[in-house]
């Protein structure tokens, strides 16, 4: 069975940073993309960015804040998340995307998904 497990999570200020990974018990190939969405209570689970061989993708709420990077040989992902800003908290999930077809955005592209992480950020 696969799984993801996501950790680096907690509670911060606003401003701060923190990193999350996501450690894969599969091997991780480069045509895989890889990414991380979260869900705020009572919304509906959003994309926040993702990577594939060669290019990186974030939502507009992230751009410039965040940056998301891939270690296949410890078949890592990781989201580094600097000027945190209360309304980044969420559960935040990653995920693997084994059959890449360019929809990086878009949950349903996603084959495997981890357990959730919690981020919050007090003002």
């Known amino acids: 069975q696969v799984q993801l497990v996501e950790s680096g999570g907690g509670l911060v200020q606003a401003g701060d940073s923190l990193r999350l990974s996501c450690t894969a018990s599969?091997?991780?190939?480069?045509?895989?993309?890889m990414g991380w969405f979260r869900q705020a209570p009572g919304k509906k689970r959003d994309f926040v960015a993702a990577i594939n061989w060669s290019d990186t993708y974030y939502a507009d709420s992230v751009k410039g804040r965040f940056t998301i990077f891939r270690d296949n040989a410890k078949r890592t992902v990781c989201l580094q998340m600097n000027s945190l800003k209360p309304e980044d908290r969420a559960v935040f999930f990653c995920?693997?995307?084994?059959?890449?077809?360019?929809?990086?955005?878009?949950?349903?592209?996603?084959?495997?998904w981890g357990q959730g992480t919690q981020v919050t950020v007090s003002s």
């Open positions: 599969i091997s991780i190939y480069n045509n895989y993309a």
């Open positions: 995920a693997v995307d084994t059959d890449y077809k360019g929809r990086y955005n878009y949950n349903g592209e996603y084959d495997y």
